[in-house]
């Protein structure tokens, strides 16, 4: 590989189209490396390169070029590095690119599929019933399949084309080469042979038969590219959620901003915002960009930040951060970051990079084609070879025997080993609320030895709720109604909270004072709700500690100036989820706490549902730097979470697990979304998903055992080509009844 120097490197991303398997996007990762100055990382699941290169070496367009020669497409995805731009969007164009690629490539695939399903259907029954064999019906099938072969096959032949230029072998190459030979075999039949003369029937026999009838293998062609085509589209399909997370992580910012101009109020696109810029926001709207507070008091909701429910106060000087939301007073806000510098952008840049790093499980179909595909070749060709050199039977059984050793080895169960047992798998979990979005997360469900979990909205209600009131004076029902009253004229989240906990009387001379509290009269009291603006007595001082040391929020009710009680709200945890926690570790998994809330809360919520390590105080980008630590521990994590703040981490994680009620962003990110919003719903998840991953196994190991039981008896001249329709049709069943038997999962 040739290292580009450090020094005036330029960073790029190429969206490159066309590939089809991981080896694909090995062979462009393995050519752009060979240029001087160039370090490049090529996913195949998010169908781009990352680029490193020196521009007085190399320049875009012959990295494109490099791309292309490989056999692929390539397109810049966004403005490099050293050109000036605030705006991101060429790396939005750029992604659209792709986007509209994948979703051509899967509509090709599905037109594809539909008609060669259909055109399928008569060739497989006039073949294999003797009795609907019309005269002259081989002459209709023919027909038929020829486009199937021809237009239904084309992405296996191009592909195969591609692949066998540059001297690599996929199962692309065995699908092409066998529905190759099945079809020009029988041409040769029709045309130079005597299967093509009016009354001929297909014979049904196992074994070589001395009949001087040729024998026609359309409806192979048929089922196997029909079948490989249904798994090529299911793969498209699922192939197109990566970048799903990164855009609606962009959409979450605000799209324009009240600035002040000339001491005018102006509105403008947000992309057109400078260093040093003012704007307003008002409660309700979102902050526009990160900045630092020059006027104004206001509580701001940065759940999508940290996680947590509890907005934040913020006064003169306090920072913030672009795409959280104000909620309550009027602020002006001084630009401190712009473009690629802000924690959104940022945010973004952490999904990207933890979708780059977790490559796709290769396939097991791919690793044992490397190997399979040239031996099935190589012992199709001695076959022809040793049947002319040792025995006098002639050209014609010589090339039967080798074409039966190709058409035994046509993959039409592999074409049917995944897709099946995925969408029955995937099928059933869609029953109880789990998505499981492909066949390769199913691997990492199977790997998994660690479980890390978000806290607030995960193991957590994520809702605000009192959950303590201590009274002096008064009743605790009088302390509470009085409050209640209060902060009914309040939106903060922890004032709603105690509002909607009971009812209350109307308040009259409502008054809030920026982050100190509520004041107002109830029923003839003065009451006030907030911090304590005095020492407490020890009767308050104990409760309102123990809030705190346990991540409650206390405050403090004043009735006619005279401390008379403290409300705890908190956030409390989901009545299952201590339940979920032991379903975890009867799985072997190790759970974790990470959250972005305080340690007192984090160890209290770890303590109620059962879990012993507990990481607290972590921003995003720190939740992905604990998963990688992990990572680099030699675990393989699972994370569950629902926050925009958790997306990086579930794309890093080797399995992301979204709840259903999170973010879009935490599940377009996730691999697996539980629906239901409930955290058992992880347990049956991994449960089903290693199930369904046991049967792919199986479905595989039983597609391959009869073509490696076979090849030899074909090889050796006893197997009627028919046979290998015969077996292939058996071995299809199998897989399709043992995918079957995953409807009957049920819930722990």
């Known amino acids: ?22 080896s694909c996007s090995a062979r462009v990762e393995r050519k752009l490396n060979k ?8 996913n195949y699941a998010t169908e781009s390169a990352q680029i490193s290169y020196d ?34 969007s060429g790396g939005d164009a750029g992604q659209s690119r792709i986007d509209t690629a994948r979703d051509l490539e899967a509509a090709d695939l599905k037109h594809r599929v ?56 996929t199962m692309d190459t ?18 130079l042979g005597n299967a093509g003369h009016p009354g001929m029937k297909m014979e049904m026999h196992l074994l070589p038969s001395n009949s001087t009838m040729d024998e026609i293998y359309l409806e192979t062609v048929a089922v196997v590219i029909t079948f490989l085509l249904l798994g090529r589209w299911f793969e498209t399909k699922a192939k197109g959620q990566s970048s799903e997370a990164l855009r609606k992580l962009l959409d979450m910012g605000a799209k324009d901003a009240v600035v002040l101009r000339d001491n005018a109020e102006v509105r403008v696109p947000v992309s057109q915002l400078k260093l040093g810029d003012v704007f307003i926001t008002r409660p309700g709207e979102k902050i526009a960009t990160d900045g630092e507070v020059i006027e104004g008091s206001s509580a701001v909701d940065e759940s999508m930040l940290t996680g947590e429910s509890i907005p934040v ?7 913030v951060t672009g795409a959280t939301l104000n909620t309550s007073g009027r602020i002006m806000v001084k630009v401190t970051r712009i473009g690629a510098d802000t924690t959104l952008a940022q945010m973004a840049k952490l999904v990207t990079d933890a ?17 399979f ?45 995944t897709p099946t047992a995925l969408l029955v798998g995937t099928g059933r979990g869609a029953q109880l609320g789990l998505l499981i979005k492909g066949p390769e997360i199913l691997e990492s469900t199977k790997k998994v030895d660690t479980i890390v979990l978000d806290k607030t909205g995960t193991v957590t209600t994520g809702v605000m709720s009192v959950t303590d009131v201590t009274a002096i004076n008064y009743t605790e029902t009088e302390i509470l109604k009085f409050a209640a009253a209060v902060e009914s004229a309040s939106e903060h989240p922890i004032a709603q909270a105690i509002a909607n906990s009971t009812d209350h009387e109307a308040v009259t001379n409502f008054k809030n004072t920026a982050g100190q509290g509520v004041t107002g009269v109830v029923s003839g009291h003065e009451v006030r709700v907030g911090k304590p603006s005095s020492t407490l007595i020890d009767a308050l001082l104990h409760p309102y500690q123990h809030a705190q040391a346990i991540g409650g929020t206390p405050v403090v009710v004043t009735v006619d100036g005279v401390d008379s009680g403290i409300i705890t709200v908190r956030d409390t945890v989901k009545d299952t989820s201590a339940e979920a926690i032991r379903g975890l570790t009867g799985l072997g998994l190790t759970p974790i706490l990470l959250t972005g809330d305080n340690e007192g809360a984090a160890k209290a919520v770890a303590a109620e549902v059962g879990i012993d390590t507990v990481i607290a105080n972590v921003l995003p980008d720190e939740k992905v730097h604990n998963i990688e630590k992990l990572q680099a521990e030699g675990k393989n994590v699972a994370m569950v979470g629902d926050g925009v703040n958790d997306a990086a981490a579930l794309a890093q994680a080797d399995l992301g697990l979204a709840m259903g009620a999170g973010t879009d962003v935490a599940i377009e990110a996730s691999d697996i979304t539980l629906m239901n919003n409930d955290l058992r719903s992880a347990v049956d998840a991994i449960r089903l998903s290693r199930k369904t991953l046991g049967t792919i196994k199986g479905n595989l190991f039983w597609a391959f055992a009869y073509n490696v039981a076979l090849i030899p008896v074909a090889a050796v001249g006893l197997l009627n080509p028919m046979l290998a329709g015969i077996a292939m049709a058996f071995s299809s069943v199998f897989v399709v009844t043992n995918s079957l038997r995953l409807r009957g999962f049920t819930t722990s």
């Not at 979708?355 to 190997?371: G, H, Y």
């Open 313 to 319: 106060e913020v006064t003169k000087g306090s920072k």
């Open 35 to 42: 240029l001087d100055g160039v370090e490049a990382t090529v």
């Open 355 to 371: 979708q780059s790093k977790k490559a796709p499980v290769q396939r097991l179909v791919d690793r044992i084609s490397q190997v």
């Open 1 to 22: 590989m040739a290292q580009p120097s450090a020094l005036n490197l330029v960073d790029i991303d190429l969206g490159v189209t066309g590939m089809t398997c991981t």
């Open 114 to 169: 539909i008609v060669s399903g259909l055109l399928s259907v008569p060739i497989v029954l006039l073949s294999m019933i003797p009795a609907l064999q019309f005269n002259n019906w081989q002459w209709a099938v023919l027909t038929l399949v020829t486009p199937v072969f021809f237009w239904g096959g084309a992405p296996f032949h191009k592909a195969t084309w591609t692949n066998l230029k540059h001297g690599s072998f």
């Open 55 to 88: 521009p007085a070496k190399v320049d875009t367009e012959k990295l494109i070029q490099t791309v292309e020669g490989a056999g692929y497409g390539a397109f810049t995805m966004a403005l490099d590095s050293g050109e000036d731009t605030q705006e991101d």
């Open 373 to 417: 595909v040239p031996v099935v070749i190589v012992v199709a060709v001695l076959t022809l070879i040793a049947h002319v050199v040792f025995t006098d039977a002639g050209l014609a059984p010589a090339f039967t025997a080798a074409v039966a050793v190709l058409i035994i080895a046509c993959p039409c169960a592999l074409g049917l080993a």
């Open 174 to 191: 065995l699908v092409s080469l066998g529905t190759s030979a099945a079809y020009l075999w029988s041409l040769w039949a029709l045309f």
